[in-house]
Nanobody
Framework: QVRLAESGGGLVQAGGSLRLSCTAS????????MGWFRQAPGKEREFVAA????????YYSDSVKGRFTISLVNAQNTVYLQMNSLKFEDTAVYYC?????????????????WGQGTQVTVSS
């Protein structure tokens, strides 16, 4: 079984920054694409960012492009999400996820395991 542990969430004022991290552990976690999704109260889970295992391919949702940066440290099986210029509408629980293959994907159904989530709250 694969486990994903997120951290780095918290309360921040609009315009501020946070850096989320997610470490994968368990069987055969190396060599997999990873991604970040978020879910706000009363809304569906939505794609945020994704990265291939090599780091050569990244995808971002239009709402975060230019503000968020995804990165991956292979040796630590850890994916990061640097969030700058945060807006009130970024408030959500953020989930990291891992695929069964090396490629990046924007589609939630193409991910195999999910973390428990970390809360990000942006005050107005």
């Amino acid at each position: 079984q694969v486990r994903l542990a997120e951290s780095g969430g918290g309360l921040v004022q609009a315009g501020g920054s946070l850096r989320l991290s997610c470490t994968a552990s368990g069987r055969s976690v190396s060599g997999k694409g990873m991604g970040w999704f978020r879910q706000a109260p009363g809304k569906e889970r939505e794609f945020v960012a994704a990265i291939s295992w090599t780091g050569g391919t990244t995808y971002y949702s239009d709402s975060v492009k230019g503000r968020f940066t995804i990165s991956l440290v292979n040796a630590q099986n850890t994916v990061y999400l640097q969030m700058n210029s945060l807006k009130f509408e970024d408030t959500a629980v953020y989930y990291c996820s891992i695929r069964a293959t090396h490629a990046a994907s924007t589609i939630a159904g193409q991910y195999t395991y999910w973390g428990q989530g970390t809360q990000v709250t942006v005050s107005s």
